[in-house]
């Protein structure tokens, strides 16, 4: 009877009984993954457990490790079990290239194949490198750089009528953009540009280190531009709205004294772009690096060898999402006509009333690493 019940288990397939006893042999060990994946139709990247409502990115990716035989199906339904952290919680239909999750996993031969075996083809498990025990994807990240692409007819004068296929930006109007653009970096007081900070919050203070607009490119008969921007974190919608804000100046809703003004206590309008364009570039772990990189156990936390992977990625699936995406729906078209709705004079006191709820709530989603952030 005894021999029956393992013959007829074994009968059941062979190959996968094999298989997952080799897995429970394999050891556990605290890795980074690598990813890159496309946000269009996702509610962001953070699960939401108890919620199949919203799709989260990290849905497809726990079923993926499952699946896979990496972790063992009671981790799938607690995270904390595995040491789950994503360094960045992109917001709904954001993209990343270069997201990064630390947790712990079974080295079974040929991983990242058997993982991505299971994934949909815009959801990309790019490398994989061992880390220290204690390692935590969000907090030993030191800063984040995000891309944001869009067409450059956002940048054309309200007073102009625009046709947007016909629309190149000149040289005088992308140098505007930059000079503001760079007004931004620095050590400033965000609380304008989240909807989850009080203008005494010490958390809204946040350090952007570089921001600037590449030279534009033409796709699909529309001309489009690339917004960089590295900073050592951000709150929610931070970044669409340091870029909104600029959109609008450029455009001639608001003066360029705004952004000034937007430092201060006094709250102001600042109108949040469309999250179609922005993508997670890559994080950094410079401090990481310096102290684990060359310890002889551990590598550096940099992907040289797998930048042709993400550009390829990138050119596959992010990109041609944005381009096809923004012709099809007119993201940006439809947001900028609503610029005109926004009140960029409003006085401190009116704005305050409207918004007097807000000082002192905390952030309930999107965050991006180092305490509350997001986008």
Not at 111 to 118: A, F, P, R, T
Not at 146 to 159: G, I, Q, V
Request: proline share 3%; net charge neutral; with cysteine.
């Amino acid at each position: 009877e005894e021999n029956g019940h393992q013959n007829k288990r074994l009968r059941k397939d062979d190959g996968e009984e094999v298989a997952e006893d080799q897995n429970k042999k394999s050891p556990k060990r605290k890795v980074v993954l690598l990813m890159a994946y496309s946000g269009k139709g996702y509610h962001g990247m953070q699960r939401n457990v108890g919620s199949s409502q919203f799709k989260t990115i990290e849905d497809d990716l726990v079923s993926a490790l499952v699946q896979s035989g990496c972790i063992p199906e009671n981790h799938g339904e607690d995270m904390k079990k595995m040491s789950f952290q994503r360094c960045a919680r992109t917001d709904k239909g954001v993209s990343a290239a270069g997201q990064i999750v630390s947790l712990k996993v079974r080295l079974i031969d040929d991983i990242l194949e058997k993982i991505n075996s299971h994934l949909p083809s815009h959801i990309r498990i790019l490398g994989l490198k061992r880390v220290t025990g204690g390692f935590n994807s969000k907090n030993k990240c030191d800063a984040r750089t995000y891309s944001y692409m869009l067409p450059t007819f956002a940048f054309a004068h309200k007073d102009h009528d625009v046709q947007e296929e016909v629309y190149r930006v000149d040289r005088e109007t992308l140098d505007k953009v930059n000079k503001l653009l760079a007004c931004y970096k620095g050590t400033h007081n965000f609380h304008n540009f989240t909807s989850q900070k009080g203008p005494r919050d010490p958390s809204a203070k946040r350090y952007i280190m570089e921001m600037y607009c590449g030279e534009p490119f033409v796709r699909e008969n529309v001309e489009f531009a690339v917004i960089k921007v590295k900073g050592q974190s951000f709150m929610m919608h931070q970044i669409r709205k340091m870029i909104g804000l600029v959109i609008a100046i450029v455009k001639g809703y608001a003066a360029e004294s705004i952004i000034e003004r937007s430092w201060g206590e006094e709250k102001v309008d600042v109108p949040k772009a469309p999250g179609l364009g922005l993508v997670l570039e890559r994080v950094h772990f410079e401090k990481y690096n310096r102290r684990f990189g060359n310890d002889g156990l551990h590598e550096p936390l940099e992907w040289t060898e797998e930048e042709e992977k993400i550009s390829v990625f990138k050119e596959q699936y992010i990109y041609p999402t944005i381009i096809n995406t923004e012709k099809e729906e007119k993201s940006m078209a439809n947001w900028l006509s609503t610029l005109p709705i926004h009140d960029f004079n409003s006085s401190a006191i009116e704005m305050q009333a409207n918004n007097k709820n807000s000082k002192n709530s905390s952030d309930l989603e999107g965050s991006d690493g180092c305490g509350n952030d997001s986008d």
